[in-house]
């Protein structure tokens, strides 16, 4: 899929050094396949010296060169960037991660352009990131399949409408707050029961891992793998009871839907 492309990076931050990154450890490109751009010349040396990534000019020069085009630049400089790729070719691939810039923005700047937008989340630094796609009108399916290529070498993917983006936003984008509450929760807990706090912490984190992981397998329906945990009149029903008094399942669900919404929102300012 990604086989003789040049992918180019224009924003060399954490997100672009971490695609950069699982790009290389899964063996999909080579790093000669590949070029980045950045206004701050420290973050490409950095790329140089630790990925052997070689550093385009300009923004421009980069577009040109590329087959495939991942912007990761702060939603406040998405402008002067498009300003820089008006008069370039359009025969790439143009890949977005800037959170807010709608598709219909980017097109208009550029117009006939294909492109997708992403959704990551932080977790992709460490290679199990969670990330949305949607595909603009120019975009084709094989294009869609070389975005999803990027983003599986960092976790894993899902194709969504593009205003399904603020759903996808308060979940996984947002979500890793969350579950990082819990996890200090659960530690906490331990802790007032006696339990040193390096172990419980590494209980509790290593108990979301190993859930999350029987989830993902697909073997059984969330509901289903709870029954596994919960003996009739056992421990764990009694936890479960605590949970359902207090709201626990609603309280979620309103943080996903304030974040949502609040997302919603930033997006219409820009």
């Not at 085009?69 to 702060?74: A, H, I, R």
């Not at 025969?91 to 980017?106: P, R, V, Y």
């Not at 989340?121 to 084709?140: F, Q, V, Y």
Request: charged share 20%; proline share 4%; net charge neutral.
């Amino acid at each position: 899929m990604l086989g003789g492309k040049k992918l180019g990076f224009i924003g060399a931050g954490n997100m672009g050094d971490a695609l950069i990154r699982g790009l290389l450890a899964s063996k999909l490109v080579k790093a000669g396949d590949l070029l980045a751009f950045d206004a701050a010349g420290s973050r490409l040396e950095h790329l140089r010296s630790t990925h052997g990534v070689a550093a385009a000019v300009s923004n421009r020069d980069l577009a040109e060169s590329c087959d495939v085009v991942v912007l990761c630049v702060k939603p406040q400089v998405v402008d002067d960037v498009l300003d820089d790729l008006e008069d370039a070719p359009r025969q790439h691939l143009l890949i977005s991660i800037c959170a807010g810039i709608t598709l219909e923005h980017l097109e208009t700047a550029l117009p006939m352009q294909p492109v997708v937008r992403v959704m990551p989340n932080t977790p992709a630094l460490i290679g199990e990131g969670a990330s949305a796609l949607a595909k603009g009108m120019h975009a084709t399916v094989e294009h869609l399949a070389i975005a999803r290529a990027i983003f599986d070498a960092v976790g894993r993917t899902v194709v969504v409408e593009e205003k399904l983006m603020d759903a996808v936003t308060g979940l996984s984008g947002s979500g890793p707050a969350y579950v990082f509450v819990i996890i200090e929760a659960l530690a906490d807990a331990g802790v007032n029961l006696g339990l040193p706090r390096p172990q419980a912490q590494e209980l509790a984190a290593q108990t979301l891992v190993g859930a999350a992981r029987m989830a993902l397998a697909g073997t059984a329906g969330l509901s289903d793998l709870k029954a596994m945990v919960t003996s009739p009149g056992g421990t764990t029903i009694r936890g479960l009871q605590v949970l359902e008094r207090a709201g626990l399942r609603g309280i979620l669900m309103d943080a996903v839907e304030a974040a949502a919404k609040r997302s919603r929102k930033l997006g219409k300012k820009k």
